[in-house]
Nanobody, 125 residues
Framework: QVQLVESGGGLVQAGGSLRLSCAAS????????MAWFRQVPGKEREFVAA????????YYADSVKGRFTISRDNAKNTVYLQMNTLKPEDTTVYYC??????????????????WGQGTQVTVSS
């Protein structure tokens, strides 16, 4: 497992932008596929985006496609989520996740082994 720490959340107006970061510990970060999920209290954790270990492939939920971009810097052991054109419905806690295997059920939170503590994103209307 890797230890993950998210940062970059905050309060922004609708239409604005935020960039979330997830710093990972350990020397094997580059061997892990990474993802972002979000969770509204009382609901299932929702897939947002994923990126393969090399960064060569990315995947997005339809609700964020064209607005959010996932990227990674393996030299810095960090994965990012650039969020543009934010909407009030994007308000929730965002979590990063890591796993050495990217299976067909990557959009299912149960497919991911390691999790950060989350960072709050609030979009005001």
């Amino acid at each position: 497992q890797v230890q993950l720490v998210e940062s970059g959340g905050g309060l922004v107006q609708a239409g604005g932008s935020l960039r979330l970061s997830c710093a990972a510990s350990g020397r094997t970060f580059s061997r892990y596929h990474m993802a972002w999920f979000r969770q509204v209290p009382g609901k299932e954790r929702e897939f947002v985006a994923a990126i393969t270990w090399s960064g060569s492939s990315t995947y997005y939920a339809d609700s964020v496609k064209g607005r959010f971009t996932i990227s990674r810097d393996n030299a810095k052991n960090t994965v990012y989520l650039q969020m543009n054109t934010l909407k009030p419905e994007d308000t929730t806690v965002y979590y990063c996740a890591a796993d050495p295997v990217l299976g067909r059920y990557y959009s299912d939170s149960y497919s991911w082994d390691s999790w950060g503590q989350g960072t709050q994103v609030t979009v005001s209307s």
